[in-house]
């Protein structure tokens, strides 16, 4: 901020009567300065002779502020002297000392006599901003909301804030933090009937202060009522759910069923009491319905009340809870597991051969466990029941002996074949070697004999094997 240069101003120095040094000499206490406004710095100087050779200078900090002489007086006797000096407060004034000396310079025919004023210090104050208020717009009757007033750019320093709070025209209790130049008060603020309310805040900071106001709108919101027409109910009945609001304030209120589980129900809100209609099937036991209310205004604010739907039906088995058929490795580790449905929970009985079997068990399974079970639920409202078969894999043993078995007996018998294939073979090409040589000695020919395939069929008592 631009310091303004301090104007001075003249006051005239008054009638000079006798000679007498300075008896008094008085600076004019000062009050708190606000920044960037105009005070006078006022220093007399008392029962002062010949003013002619008097010189009155104020400084600041032992920096000359102003000089005055009153050489142009006329008067001889003890006078009183004013001088006045206006000043802008700046904020590097803060904490500065301001002094008044008078001067009574008599040489060369007299004394030099001087006196000074007690030091005055100069007090600095500057709220530069307006605070800021932080508290909701709306605030339900009786209940507590925070509200903030903070202000920054406090001078000389935040801990030098003062405020006031007011809701509704009663002061609130605080507590004040600062940071930097900031303060910051907060409290509590509440009501116990609806309307509007001021919210005040003002800080003082010296002679300065500044205030904001904020406008709260305290409201009342009943929780609505919700009612179904039976909270337990049989399958297949109506129900019908009713959704209501007492009063509120200020008045007007929307209202909207809604279903936490399942589809949103089909209803606009409106202002009056909303009613849905529904036949309750299995599937909405447990739905839960909640009656919404909102004030028809700009207020955000939401109450809401849950019911839930009971639906009681007989007990329902299906495949995902009891499935009809196990499928299982001799050995292993299994569960058979039965579940229906149905509200009260039914109780499931299953049996295998007349013999109650326990379900949801861990056991190991045992060849003997196939066959087929009895399963039955009931509850209250009827009964269901359905029959699971249990097969149970396993390995022959006689299938294990005897398989390698046949393998082996299959690779003997092909080595065996093969060795005799090969045997009458490699017979046969010497025998009719032979037999040719003795043909040849008798005189046949060798073809004839090949030919009818006598080698093969009859043996040769000389070269049999
Ligand atoms: C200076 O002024 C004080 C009071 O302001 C006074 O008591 C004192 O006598 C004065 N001194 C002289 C030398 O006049
Ligand atoms: C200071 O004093 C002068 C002369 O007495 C006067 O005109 C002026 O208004 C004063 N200023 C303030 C800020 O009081
Ligand atoms: C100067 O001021 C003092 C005290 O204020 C007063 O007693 C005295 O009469 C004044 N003298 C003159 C000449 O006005
Ligand atoms: C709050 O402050 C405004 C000015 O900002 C004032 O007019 C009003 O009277 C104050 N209200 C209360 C309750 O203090
Ligand atoms: C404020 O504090 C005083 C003293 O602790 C207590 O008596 C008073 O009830 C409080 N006021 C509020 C509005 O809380
Ligand atoms: C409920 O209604 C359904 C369909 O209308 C029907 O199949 C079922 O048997 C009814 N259940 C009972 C318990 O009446």
Known sequence: MAQPVPVLLWACCALTALAGAPERVVLEPLPELELGRAYNLTCRVLNVAPVTHLTVTLRRGGRTLHTETCQRRTGTGPDNITVTQEIIPRRRDHGQEITCHAALDLTPHGPHFENSSSAVELKVYDLPEKPQLQTSLYIEVGTRATARCGVAGVFPAAGEARFTLSFGGESLNFTVTTSGDTATAQGEVWSPSPGRRQLNCTVSVGPVSRSAGQSVLVYSLPEPILELTESRTLVNSSVTVTCRSPEADPPGVLLQIRDTKGDPVPSAPTQHPVQFQLTAGEEDDGREFTCEARPDSDIPAVKRTSARLTVLYGPRMDDSGCPREWIWEEGTEQTFSCLARGNPAPAVECTKDGVSVSIGVQQQVRREDAGTYHCKAANAH????????????????????????????????????????????????????????????????????????????????????
């Open 382 to 465: 009827g009964s269901a029941s359905r029959d699971v078969t249990v097969q149970v894999e396993y390995l022959n043993i006689l299938l294990l002996v005897l398989l390698p078995l046949a393998v082996a007996v299959a690779l003997t018998g092909l080595g065996v074949g093969g060795y005799r294939y090969y045997c009458s073979t490699r017979i046969r090409k010497y025998r009719l070697k032979q037999q040719q040589a003795k043909l040849a000695e008798q005189g046949k020919p060798a073809e004839q004999m090949s030919l009818n395939g006598a080698a093969q069929n009859t043996p040769d008592p000389e070269h049999s094997v």
